[in-house]
């Protein structure tokens, strides 16, 4: 159940063909859906790392489960009891648009929008069954935490316009060419451990940065044979540059938070050219028409234009240390060690095609990013 407020309305300007265009939309949330593991017990263990030993630096203190979750019923998995209920916790959606429109008007026709949007929410029920809706959702202490986040589906910034012009000529000829423009972030992200930092049996906790680097435990980064790839030394240092480099300066101290932050920015232009050729043959008008479609045509102009980005996978930044190991094969494994019952993590950098990571994004390399052109011929009578 939902409040929902909405407003909107039209304004031409006076002696000028534009019209003002504002619409707001308003969502409150009354009982909002939430998946809840009704089997965990609380833990009155703490993670103890991170602090800076500054004046109210208390570092990662999340819920810690040293021997794994505990369990009100024994004969059932913690994990495993999932109820859909609803929490006291009110999200709520905010869109507000605001544009400008010239209806056709000497050959000319378009429009530019803007619009803001802002949601938070509790749960994003983010899987296909009720254990992953309440499990695929990044989290601090688990997922039974009630906390807003920013919504994964709430782009804050987009914007829209659309330009078009059409001259007749030759009594019998009409060319037209359009231009669609949109820019905006390509979605959201988290930053999460590669592992399950506090042992509750789910791989989804939220990054804690601490204000000083030194204050994490690294251990050399090492192959399935027990070779040294990076030291302990130049993975903190990798981390630094990360951090200044993507921007996370602000956050040292905090929890990484779920969904705050956005992929890059987008700009895509989409180009249309139409040939009409027309004569009245009898009471009708009838039109041959040439269409040339250009998709992505930044991309034609520049091959660095126009190029979606998606996550690599550094945004599981770091997590527990790996130690070689063998498999039931007796060839050499990688085994992640769990975090010791003190709470204190060892960690690793997460590698990236085997280096240490510089960026959460890279480029995608298929014909959906790139231009592409369309050619069609229709008869309109």
Known sequence: MVWRTSIGGDYKLPNTPITLTGDFLYTRDINAVFQFGANRASSNTFLDYGRSGEEGDYGDNRTFYPDGVQRFNPAIGANNVTVLTNTNVKGHALSATVGLTVPFHQGFSGGVFYTYSDA???????????????????????????????????????????????????????????????????????????????????????????RDLNALNFADRVNANGDVLFTAEEQVEALRVFIARNGLEKYMGQYLPRNGFLLPWLNRFDVRILQDVY?????????????????????????????????NDAQFLFGNHSVPGVNNQGQSVLNTVPTPANGIPTFNMNLIEGQLPTTPFQNVSTTATTWQMMFGVRYLF
Do not use: C, M
């Open 120 to 210: 938070r929410e509790v749960s994003a029920n983010a899987g296909s069954s009720a254990a992953s809706a309440w499990g695929g959702s990044p989290n601090i202490n688990g997922p039974n935490d009630q906390i807003l986040h920013p919504s994964n589906f709430a782009i804050p910034h987009r914007v829209v316009a659309n330009l078009s012009y059409r001259f007749e000529y030759a009594n019998a000829l009409a060319t037209t060419v359009g231009v669609v423009y949109t820019g905006s972030s390509q979605g959201r992200f988290s930053y999460t451990y590669t592992t399950d930092i506090n042992r509750d049996g789910i791989n989804n906790n939220l990054i804690y940065l601490p």
């Open 279 to 311: 004569t009245n043959i009898g009471a009708r008008k009838h039109a041959l028409q040439v269409s040339l479609d250009f998709i992505n045509f930044g991309n034609l102009l520049s091959r660095n234009a126009g190029i979606r980005s998606r996550l």
